[in-house]
């Protein structure tokens, strides 16, 4: 691999910690009969000749599979049904596909997954930070398809969808077992055009005895789609001089957007700063190590774990230029991936206090390949641990002080998130809420 390769699969790799296939690697060492008919050799192209029907060296285990894996069961079925299937012909294109498919589904990991050259397609112009669709970010926990954050502005958010909603249907179709990327491919669309969502919302209330009481409803949003611009960091002072800076995605600018928002905390001496990931889904580690390097530094801020074993340290490379400035990080149910890593490693080094509610819990890295034939595969090769070892994936940050933001806190404008932060850094809240806290 070349240094120009190394960089780009290093850009792609690192990006994929947004939210939001290893196994067709041992398959396609066997299958290059897979672009061949049964009966070529993959190696030398001539025909053979084997006592069993199936032939080829499709029939082979690859190099290092249990040899009590029978690849050629695959090539019977395979054959079975190009012979006894009611219609025909085949669409073999198709089969091979699901094959895929299935092979990386297999791994139970929602992040891994093979694309259909469509999709791949649709998911490398996500990469480009901006498209045509509704403008939420989308994953799968608890195996079901639900909103991980809607986008500041944008068409999901103006349609009232919240973090945790799951989503049932897309136009009618379900969702069950569907991937994430699937689904992005028939949520987005062009700009006017109109996509349907059935939304499964819980609703969680409690009673004059304090006992919580979960209410779900289901009902239909249709939205219009629009072009979806990510702007990454937005600044205001509340009262009390306190810096609210907010990022909404760790994109291609945020390291020069923060940089700025950090100086003009500076120049205008704010006594406290407010770090808001709320419903921020991640993006390049790379951006996430400078935001966090403006408190510690070129401490660490993440390490890597493969198979047990950690392999790497990713330090800051911020300039410390919030060291020492009393911080809060806002997180909720929505941050995830990037936004984890960045609260973790604050919390852990005690330089800031979060308040809010558990994380979404994204602490594993994707690589992403495209291949030959316009398909792509995504697969988890890693998964991260906070500076004090503590694990992200499925578990989350749990922040320093537990306050809910509720629906009808939403609809009334209400934040009382935000104001425990501004009234824990000695400012004045702008909302009278008096929200229950867990230390």
Do not use: C
């Amino acid at each position: 691999m070349t240094t120009s390769d190394r960089s780009s699969a290093f850009a792609t790799r690192y990006w994929i910690l947004l939210l939001l296939v290893v196994g067709i690697g041992s398959y396609a060492v066997g299958a290059r009969s897979a672009g061949k008919p049964p009966g070529t050799d993959g190696a030398s192209g001539t025909s053979t000749v084997q006592t069993v029907r199936v032939r080829g060296i499709g029939s082979r285990p690859p190099d290092g599979a249990l040899q009590t894996v029978d690849f050629e069961q695959f090539w019977e079925l395979w054959d079975l049904l190009k012979t006894k299937f009611y219609t025909q012909p085949l669409d073999e294109q198709k089969m091979l596909y699901g094959a895929m498919s299935g092979l990386t589904s297999s791994l139970d990991d929602p992040y891994t997954t093979f694309f259909e050259p469509a999709v791949a397609e649709e998911f490398s112009k996500s990469l480009e930070g901006k498209f045509e669709g509704i403008g939420a970010e989308i994953g799968i926990k608890q195996e079901q398809l639900q909103i991980i954050a809607p986008l500041p502005e944008s068409p999901a958010a103006r349609a009232g969808l919240l973090p945790g909603d799951a989503i049932l249907f897309i136009n009618g179709t379900s969702t069950e077992g569907m991937t994430v990327e699937e689904a992005v491919f028939h949520i987005r669309g062009k700009k006017g055009t109109t996509v349907t969502l059935t939304i499964g919302r819980v609703k969680v209330t409690k009673d004059d005895k304090g006992k919580e009481k979960r209410d779900a409803s289901k009902f239909d949003v249709s939205i219009v789609r629009d072009t979806i611009v990510v702007k990454s960091v937005r600044t205001k002072i509340a009262d009390g001089n306190i810096s609210v800076i907010e990022i909404s995605h760790f994109n291609s600018d945020t390291t020069e957007e923060f940089a700025k928002a950090a100086d003009e905390a500076l120049a205008k001496g704010a006594k406290g700063v407010i770090l808001d990931v709320r419903n921020n889904p991640g993006g390049f580690l790379d951006r996430a190590t400078a935001v966090a390097g403006e408190w510690v530094g070129d401490a660490i801020v993440v390490t890597e774990r493969r198979k047990g074993v950690k392999v790497d340290e990713f330090h800051g490379t911020g300039k410390s230029r919030l060291r020492g400035i009393p911080t809060v990080v806002l997180v909720n149910e929505g941050s995830a991936s990037a936004s984890e890593i960045v609260a973790g490693a604050l919390q852990d080094y005690g330089v800031a206090k979060l308040i809010g509610k558990k994380t979404f819990g994204k602490g594993s890295v994707q690589d992403y390949t495209e291949l030959r034939d316009g398909t792509a595969v995504k697969v988890t090769v890693a998964e991260w641990l906070t500076p004090n070892g503590r694990f992200i994936n499925e578990i989350g940050i749990d922040p320093d002080i537990v306050i809910e933001r509720t629906e009808e806190d939403y609809h009334a404008g209400r934040d009382p998130q935000l104001d425990k932060a501004i009234e824990l850094l000695g400012g004045t809240a702008s909302t009278s809420s008096a929200p229950t806290e867990k230390e």
